[in-house]
């Protein structure tokens, strides 16, 4: 089974600081990993995805996570914040090698002020 | 590009009412579909997965005879909520994998229902 933790409902942030939103998940098969955003009342977009390979991905908008399996980890991070990026962020496993039924996490709000 | 639209993107409807919810892949073929629901500030949790041609598999806790799913296409699906009461008011959302390529879920918008 896969569940997913994000620690933190809520991170605020000032415009140009560092962002960092966390994920633990737990697998017991090789995970494939996922960090999506939300706009408010509209569905979720794809911001990067772990699968096979490289552990540090990067996503849109300048983020990127780096998955690190010693640590069941999949911390999303961001050099720079813009007002923009005021958004839910939530993080995703799936299990058995594929995409389906993906297992989310219980979301971070992520604040930006100027 | 890989396109979910959902219809309607916002329905109010009085108790005891039955309500569809249309979930379309308009530039690709869906093999598979799913259902989620979102509570107000909180995350996303899986209904069920549909599969063109055949039965929904429904998660456990999910009443299949409220929530209706019928796939009979490669790009619709339909979720309808039967005899909706106040406490199913909330957010759907589908998503859609590719029948073609990797298969990554792409997200429709959402569907606030609102159950008076």
């Known amino acids: 089974a896969q569940s997913v933790t994000q620690l933190g409902s809520h991170v605020s942030v000032s415009e140009g600081a560092l962002v960092l939103l966390r994920c633990n998940y737990s697998s017991s098969v090789p995970p494939y990993l996922f960090w999506y955003v939300q706009y408010p009342n509209q569905g979720l977009q794809l911001l990067l995805k772990?699968?096979?390979?490289?552990?540090l991905v990067k996503g849109i908008n300048g983020f990127e996570a780096e998955f690190k399996k010693s640590e069941t980890s999949f911390h999303l991070t961001k050099p720079s914040a813009h007002m923009s990026d005021a958004a839910e962020y939530f993080c995703?496993?799936?299990?058995?090698?594929?995409?389906?039924?993906?297992?989310f996490g219980a979301g971070t709000r992520l604040a930006v002020h100027p | 590009g890989a396109v979910v639209s959902q219809h309607p993107s916002r329905v109010i409807c009085k108790s005891g009412t039955s309500v569809k919810i249309e979930c379309r892949s308009l530039d690709f073929q869906a093999t598979t579909m799913f259902w989620y629901r979102q509570f107000p500030k909180k995350s996303l949790m899986l209904m069920a997965t549909?599969?063109?041609?055949?039965?929904?598999?429904?998660e456990q806790g999910v009443e299949k005879d409220k929530f209706l799913i019928n796939h009979a296409s490669l790009t619709l699906s339909t979720l309808t909520v039967t005899s909706a009461h106040p406490e199913d008011s909330s957010f759907y959302i589908c998503?859609?994998?590719?029948?073609?390529?990797?298969?990554?879920?792409?997200f429709g918008p959402g569907t606030r229902l609102t159950v008076l």
């Open positions: 549909s599969n063109e041609g055949s039965k929904a598999t429904y």
């Open positions: 998503s859609a994998i590719k029948q073609s390529g990797p298969n990554e879920q792409f």
């Open positions: 995703a496993v799936s299990g058995g090698g594929g995409y389906n039924k993906l297992i």
């Open positions: 772990y699968t096979t390979g490289a552990t």
